[in-house]
Nanobody
């Protein structure tokens, strides 16, 4: 496993923007963001491979952008046009080469969007 440290969460009004960052302690392959609300399963938000290929949940397409800086082992999630339903704990996740599932997870960071 690698250690993942998230930053950038907080409180924002609906329609606003936030940027989340996640730094990995070592080299990883695919990285991504998931989110979870109380009583619900963790859901995929977006993923990005080391080559830059991206995948988004339908609910965030056109509003969120995932990007990465491989030299810094860091990914970012630019969140625009935020909605109250985006309120959740956001988790960074990473797979090392040959891992099938995300084997490393961050501690989670709260994002709250007020109406």
């Amino acid at each position: 496993q690698v250690q993942l440290v998230e930053s950038g969460g907080g409180l924002v009004q609906a329609g606003g923007s936030l940027i989340l960052s996640c730094v990995a302690s070592g080299s990883v392959n695919t990285m991504g963001w998931y989110r979870q609300t109380p009583g619900n399963q963790r859901e995929l938000v977006a993923t990005i491979t080391s080559a830059g290929a991206t995948n988004y949940a339908d609910s965030v397409k056109g509003r969120f952008t995932i990007s990465r800086d491989n030299a810094k082992n860091t990914i970012y999630l630019q969140m625009n046009s935020l909605k109250p339903e985006d309120t959740a704990v956001y988790y960074c996740a990473a797979k090392r080469l040959l891992e099938i599932r995300f084997g490393s997870w961050g501690q989670g960071i709260q994002v709250t969007v007020s109406s």
